[in-house]
């Protein structure tokens, strides 16, 4: 299969208030090129340094969404281009970005990132210290970040009544959020869950942003 018919396929499972990333983490710039051929420019990747290699090189309409686990000695490098942190895990990230963003004069999107999986080893706020976090308020006075919704990954299993609801666990959050505290601001819109293996079920319950890596460029050579 190639890029251009993967796709293509995917599109057809994709309704027009979904947004599709193309996740092109280890993917060389040829790759990502048939993929902007065929008319897509939101483009993911996890690392920065990658991250910005390919913004150089790449055309400049390119929409860059970072989707990994951001270092706070690196957002300086990724702030004046990028549109979108999928990731901020913890508030003092959220800080420290607003802190860079600050420094250039920029307002930079953010989803939060919450843990919804059962391993260990995922990132994110919990559903509490998510909600205490907005409930303390302090994050009003970030101006230099604009808080777009939230992103979580669902447990790596068979199991597709967990993931669901994972995801659903996940919606339920995003709505309270935006009814207690973003009732007026629309830019809070954002809810980015589903990759290759899921993104059809996380369409059912709620996303907007669906993250595709696998399924468009194939197996990577190594994972993240
Ligand atoms: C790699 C990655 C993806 C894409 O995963 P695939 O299974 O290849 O579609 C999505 N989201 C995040 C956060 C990733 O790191």
Redesign the pocket.
């Known amino acids: 299969m190639s890029i251009q018919s993967n796709i293509q396929s995917i599109r057809q499972h994709i309704p027009s208030h979904v947004r599709l990333v193309c996740?092109s983490?280890f993917n060389p710039n040829e790759s990502i090129l048939e993929a902007y051929e065929t008319g897509e420019r939101i483009f993911g990747e996890?690392k920065v340094q990658e991250l910005c290699g390919k913004y150089e090189t790449l055309p400049q309409d390119i929409v860059w969404h970072f989707?990994?686990h951001l270092q706070t000695n690196k957002i300086r490098l990724i702030v004046p281009f990028v549109s979108l942190i999928h990731?901020v895990d913890s508030y003092k990230l959220l800080v420290e970005i607003n802190k860079q963003a600050a420094k250039i004069g920029k307002t930079i999107n953010c989803l939060l990132q919450v843990h919804i999986a059962q391993e260990e080893t995922k990132f994110g706020f919990s559903p509490e210290e998510l909600l205490y976090m907005f409930e303390t308020g302090e994050w009003k006075q970030l101006e230099n970040v604009r808080i777009c919704g939230l992103m979580g990954?669902a447990t790596f299993t068979e199991n597709r009544e967990q993931i669901r609801s994972e995801f659903r666990t996940l919606k339920t959050l995003f709505d309270r959020t935006k009814q207690s505290y973003f009732t007026t601001e629309a830019t809070f819109c954002e809810l980015s869950m589903g990759?290759?293996?899921d993104y059809q079920l996380a369409i059912e319950e709620g996303s907007t942003l669906v993250?595709?890596?696998?399924?468009i460029f194939g197996r990577r050579m190594y994972n993240?």
């Open positions: 996740v983490k996890s989707i990994g990731g990954m990759m290759s293996d993250r595709v890596g696998s399924s993240p």
